[in-house]
């Protein structure tokens, strides 16, 4: 008897009941999310649009170096 009770306290949840945990731990971790400020959502929008940029501008370098580099070796 003893083996019975410990498989059934080994028995996984029911699916119902992975969901409910799975959607409360998703709200408590929701709680815990700071919302930014105006100041900090403007100037973390200004760094992400200036990076972007940057990476723009290596990514058009490369190519139109590297579409000359090509040309000038098969060209």
Do not use: C, H, Y
């Amino acid at each position: 008897m003893a083996k019975a009770s410990k498989a059934a306290k080994a028995k996984k949840p029911n699916v119902f009941m992975r969901i409910g945990l799975f959607i409360k731990q998703i709200i408590d971790e929701l709680r815990k999310v700071v919302t930014p400020t105006a100041k900090e959502l403007f100037f973390w929008s200004l760094a992400v649009f200036i990076f972007v940029l940057f990476l723009m501008a290596i990514v058009t370098g490369m190519d139109f170096g590297l579409g000359k580099l090509v040309l000038w070796v098969f060209g």
